[in-house]
């Protein structure tokens, strides 16, 4: 069964950083692309950032685009997203997510619904 396992949220104060991981298992994590998705209480999941299977490709919401950086390690079956410049409107869960092969082109990086297997999601909070 595969699972994806999220760690390093917490709480920082503006201005601060936080890294998020996010570790599969699987021996075909290599062939997905991941995204990162958060959800604030009261609000729908949002995406936040998508990278494709090989790594080489990168997308970003406006609202973090400068601050946070997505990567992945296929060698280590783990994807991260480093937070930097925190805001308190970033307080939110985090969540990993794995993309659909059958969606796999960049057209659908930001659509919560191509991506099939969810993370069990990671606490932000953003003091001011």
């Known amino acids: 069964q595969v699972q994806l396992v999220e760690s390093g949220g917490g709480l920082v104060q503006a201005g601060g950083s936080l890294r998020l991981s996010c570790a599969a298992s699987g021996r075909t994590f290599s062939t997905y692309a991941m995204g990162w998705f958060r959800q604030a209480p009261g609000k729908e999941r949002e995406f936040v950032a998508a990278?494709?299977?090989?790594?080489?490709?990168?997308t970003y919401a406006d609202s973090v685009k400068g601050r946070f950086t997505i990567s992945r390690d296929n060698a280590r079956n783990t994807v991260y997203l480093q937070m930097n410049s925190l805001k308190p409107e970033d307080t939110a869960v985090y969540y990993c997510s794995r993309r659909s092969t059958y969606y796999s082109t960049s057209a659908y990086n930001t659509n919560k619904s191509a991506y099939d297997l969810w993370g069990q999601g990671t606490q932000v909070t953003v003091s001011s």
């Open positions: 990278i494709s299977a090989s790594g080489g490709s990168t």
